[in-house]
């Protein structure tokens, strides 16, 4: 084995996994030595320098600088490593997986990653200590938790906590969420807990009971939790498990969030408020220092903090991109706190450009199928699936969102799937599934009223339709219905109704376009004689998923033939949000699709535009929260949301998203002088 292996010359080795540069390849993503190129499938040799690094510090562990950032880790041993790293790729890992992927499968997507390492020491000895006779008994019942505050803090990754909770199946959980009795795999974004032992355990036995006691004094003081003779739920026997967790106060200081990963844009200063804590066993003042390893950015904030022992305090950074920051570059910031002997480092890592970014949740856990819009400032979440039917909205300069009250319809909660905004009302057409929810439906953001339309004209020949899609054309003043279908499920119908909200009136129906669909987006491009109705995605009878569009143009009174003017989507899409902005220098015009499902029909958190300008689809990234589909966008003030929608199996949500874009640089002036003299 290896017998065609060969080394460069005057060179001992192929790779070094400790030191990748050494030997000319990359340790940092896009860092020094990192392969751009075409060749080599795009330097998939060269470029593994990051990973074997990050599985050599993973396993052995360091300290030093990494193209200008400081870090210091401690290794958790190689069998530990191996399995971590055979998890991921058995489990999570693609042919097709990028960095991005890795860092998902090996644990570490979370945007915020703590300045606080941890070593796991087998060598510690335990000599059980029971607490029964003098510690509190929790008198929990089964699947309960109890909330208890602690005199000390317990610092674990991110949070210094005093309060936790304790539940019967095997649980310390450090933040208010209720963690399932099922031990499944541990996702990324579960909120902190430990599990010495997770399983669906039964406390109600009359001799099982978990206690707890804090032993000890300051600063060496140390919780007890005992689980005492719980029975497995589904196994109920004489012999139940017995075990303890202790969670000690620890000695040292901790830097939080340790990495920060955020996007922003060229001379926008970006603020930040980190956390600095003191257990060195007296009170220290800490120097902090403010490095930029790129050079392409200011980066300051205190240059001391005296903390007392066992405190946190918190102070706020700024890091601003210089205005001649391109694009795509990323400024690397450094945080540094030093007392003594004891010193700890902090990354905040800004890429320039355009991203998704989370606002305030939607109360009442949001909803699905919903209807939204966008009004005197302000984000309006006005029908749907979910909790109730109260109307809502969200003041974008607040931050904060208002339930408004009396303002549910009469028939409830329902399907409506999208809306039509005409000025300060909302039009909806009934579902086909709720009881009361049948025909023409308004809402009056102003006067808070819900009105039964009976329009005049020809209107569709049934009283609800199930999830089409409307679209508003404001030059004419004109909504158009387009699709869904006749009973919940996929699309058979391919009409376009035409309603005058002046009027009051159905007007006369377009043609039929070529594919039935529901849960598809809709869009009206252009003015006069160059206006166009697209669709795009959904789902039909026949197909079942979509990735076809098709163009309506009003000059010609006909559609296009499918897909000869958007093209094919990339990938089957439907239950999608979907909005329309207009980028501010050269007025051009980008039609949104916002999560939804896709090709493996699973919900998904990805977005993409079409730039009417350059006629193509672009990747847009994904939302900073969850997958979702059966959601909901709007624009507001030239800005895009994305609101609720279903995580899958009717779980609908409040999650909110705003794609912040960043300001256009224009190679020219934006205002030209007068011309001196006239012309003929």
């Not at 017998?3 to 050494?22: I, K």
């Not at 929990?140 to 602690?150: K, M, P, T």
């Not at 205190?302 to 601003?320: H, K, N, Q, Y």
């Amino acid at each position: 084995m290896g017998e065609d292996c060969w080394l460069p010359a005057g060179s001992s080795a192929l790779r070094d996994m400790q030191d990748p540069q050494r030997l000319g390849q990359p340790s940092y993503y896009h860092g020094t030595y990192w392969y751009f190129g075409p060749n080599d499938n795009g330097g998939v040799h060269t470029n593994s320098g990051v990973a074997n690094f990050a599985y050599y510090l993973l396993a052995m562990g360091g300290s030093g600088t990494n193209d200008g950032l400081s870090y210091n880790i401690i290794g958790i041993g190689e069998p530990a490593a191996a399995a971590v790293a055979l998890r991921a790729n058995y489990h999570y890992h693609t042919p097709g997986a990028q960095y991005a992927d890795a860092r998902t499968a090996c644990g570490v997507d979370e945007p915020v990653v703590c300045a606080i390492t941890y070593n796991q020491d087998d060598t510690v000895t335990y000599s059980f200590e029971d607490i029964r006779a003098t510690s509190t008994a929790l008198n929990l019942n089964l699947d309960d938790h109890a909330y208890i505050s602690i005199p000390f803090a317990f610092t674990f990754y991110c949070g210094n906590y005093t309060n936790l909770a304790i539940k019967d199946n095997g649980i310390i959980n450090f933040e208010n969420y209720d963690i399932t009795f099922i031990n499944g795999c541990i996702p990324a974004s579960q909120p902190a807990f430990i599990a010495p032992f997770w399983d669906d355990l039964d406390p109600d036995a009359a001799d099982a009971e978990v206690y707890y006691e804090v032993k000890g004094t300051a600063p060496s003081r140390r919780l007890i939790v005992q689980w005492d003779n719980l029975r497995h739920f589904d196994v109920q026997g004489t012999n139940g498990v017995t075990l303890q967790a202790i969670l000690f106060t620890r000695s040292g200081m901790g830097l939080t969030p340790g990495t920060l990963e955020v996007a922003g844009c060229a001379g926008d200063p970006l603020k930040q408020t980190y956390s600095l804590f003191n257990s060195l066993g007296s009170e220290k003042t800490f120097s902090l220092s403010y490095d930029v390893a790129t050079s392409n950015a200011a980066f300051f904030g205190p240059t001391s903090l005296t903390v007392a022992d066992g405190a946190t305090r918190t102070f706020e950074v700024t890091l601003s991109p210089y205005d001649t920051t391109s694009l795509g570059e990323v400024v690397k910031g450094t945080i540094t706190a030093v007392s003594g002997s004891e010193k700890l480092s902090a990354r905040m890592t800004v890429t320039v450009g355009d991203t998704w970014v989370s606002i305030a949740e939607e109360p009442d856990n949001g909803r699905m199928d919903n209807v939204v819009a966008a009004y005197s400032g302000k984000l309006w979440s006005i029908t749907g699936y979910g909790d109730n039917a109260d109307v809502r909205n969200y003041n974008p300069e607040t931050e904060t969102w208002t339930v408004v009250a009396g303002s549910a319809p009469s028939f409830g909660i329902n399907y409506a799937r999208s809306g039509c905004q005409a000025g300060n009302t909302v039009y909806v057409y009934g579902d086909t599934a709720t009881s009361g929810f049948t025909g023409l439906w308004s809402y009056n953001m102003d006067s808070n009223t819900w009105t039964s339309l009976s329009p005049g004209g020809t209107g569709p020949a049934t009283t609800g339709i199930w999830a089409p899609a409307w679209v508003y054309d404001p030059d004419d003043n004109l909504c158009y219905l387009t699709g869904g279908a006749t009973t919940p499920g996929a699309g058979d119908l391919a009409t376009v109704h035409v309603y005058d909200p002046a009027a009051d009136s159905w007007q006369t129906a377009l043609p039929d376009f070529t594919t039935p669909r529901d849960f598809h987006a809709a869009w009206i491009v252009g003015k006069n004689t160059g206006k166009k109705l697209y669709i795009a995605g959904g789902a039909d009878t026949i197909t079942g998923e979509l990735d076809s569009t098709q163009c309506y143009g009003f000059a010609g009174s006909i559609w296009n033939s499918e897909n000869g003017d958007l093209g094919v989507l990339p990938g089957t899409w439907w239950g999608m949000g979907y909005a329309e902005t207009v980028v501010a220098c050269g007025s051009n015009e980008l039609l949104w699709l916002t999560a939804g499902q896709r090709d493996d029909g699973s919900a998904t958190a990805v977005t993409a535009h079409y730039n009417v300008k350059e006629g193509a689809w672009f990747n847009s990234g994904s939302l900073a929260t969850d997958a979702v589909y059966r959601t909901g966008a709007v624009s507001l003030d030239g800005e895009l949301y994305e609101l609720g929608g279903d995580k899958g199996g009717f779980t609908y949500t409040g999650q909110a998203d705003r794609f912040m874009s960043c300001p256009c640089k224009f190679p020219w002036p934006m205002f030209l002088p007068a011309m001196i003299g006239g012309a003929e």
